[in-house]
């Protein structure tokens, strides 16, 4: 084989190669081409005036009845922006409300605070996992230091009392307890079948 030969095998290897690649793809115009999702809109269907006075279409002038998707992005998000100076009364309202003294990182600030307080334990982990902290075990009590807090010397402390075993007489059935005991004792429903 010639050198001629190979080189031409090497660059068509190399540009088969490339063919797979998006980047290459893309370059080249082969890959798919999506539509911008936020900027496809309806088009807005003809309406012929009730005067039938139609206007003739002048060419690359935008339809009328059309509108700009960032214009009404814009009016969305809060409007156009201002062009009139705001009159006093609307300034002693910003003033009044300190809009002039806002924290310019507030977004930030409530953006953190989100993320501590998913960070903290939720129910479940509170009943699953609901021993203390390692750390602090607690302090245990002395039983001499709590007689003498309470006031109450040691031979005075009084002991639970002691309760004995005895027989247990049963007690005479009242006449709506011995008549429940008739009912319950019928088959019911099924003594009539």
């Given at each position: 084989?010639?050198?001629?030969?190979?080189?031409?095998?090497?660059?068509?290897?190399?540009?088969?190669?490339l063919?797979?690649?998006?980047?290459?793809?893309?370059?080249?115009?082969?890959?798919?081409?999506?539509?911008?999702?936020?900027?496809?809109?309806?088009?807005?269907?003809?309406?012929?005036?009730?005067?039938?006075?139609?206007k003739?279409?002048?060419?690359?002038?935008?339809?009328?009845?059309?509108?700009?998707?960032?214009?009404?992005?814009?009016?969305?998000?809060?409007?156009?922006?201002?062009?009139?100076?705001?009159?006093?009364?609307?300034?002693?309202?910003?003033a009044?409300?300190?809009?002039?003294?806002?924290?310019?990182?507030?977004?930030?600030?409530?953006?953190?605070?989100?993320?501590?307080?998913?960070?903290?334990?939720?129910?479940?982990?509170?009943?699953?996992?609901?021993?203390?902290?390692?750390?602090?075990?607690?302090?245990?009590?002395?039983?001499?230091?709590?007689?003498?807090?309470?006031?109450?010397?040691?031979?005075?402390?009084?002991?639970?009392?002691?309760?004995?075993?005895?027989?247990?007489?049963?007690?005479?059935?009242?006449?709506?307890?011995?008549?429940?005991?008739?009912?319950?004792?019928?088959?019911?429903?099924?003594?009539?079948?």
């Open positions: 084989m010639s050198q001629v030969e190979r080189s031409v095998m090497v660059a068509g290897m190399f540009a088969l190669a063919a797979g690649c998006t980047g290459m793809k893309e370059s080249l115009g082969a890959a798919k081409q999506a539509p911008d999702e936020t900027s496809v809109t309806a088009r807005a269907p003809l309406v012929v005036p009730a005067t039938f006075a139609l003739s279409p002048q060419p690359g002038a935008p339809r009328p009845q059309d509108s700009d998707a960032a214009d009404q992005a814009q009016r969305v998000l809060g409007g156009a922006p201002k062009v009139a100076p705001a009159t006093q009364g609307e300034l002693a309202l910003l009044a409300s300190g809009a002039a003294t806002s924290d310019p990182n507030i977004r930030q600030d409530l953006r953190q605070e989100v993320v501590r307080k998913s960070k903290r334990k939720t129910y479940a982990d509170t009943v699953l996992f609901w021993r203390g902290r390692k750390e602090d075990p607690g302090t245990p009590l002395d039983a001499s230091e709590e007689v003498e807090r309470m006031g109450t010397p040691a031979t005075q402390v009084q002991t639970a009392p002691v309760i004995e075993k005895g027989e247990v007489t049963p007690a005479e059935p009242t006449a709506q307890e011995k008549k429940n005991a008739d009912k319950e004792s019928s088959g019911g429903w099924f003594d009539w079948f």
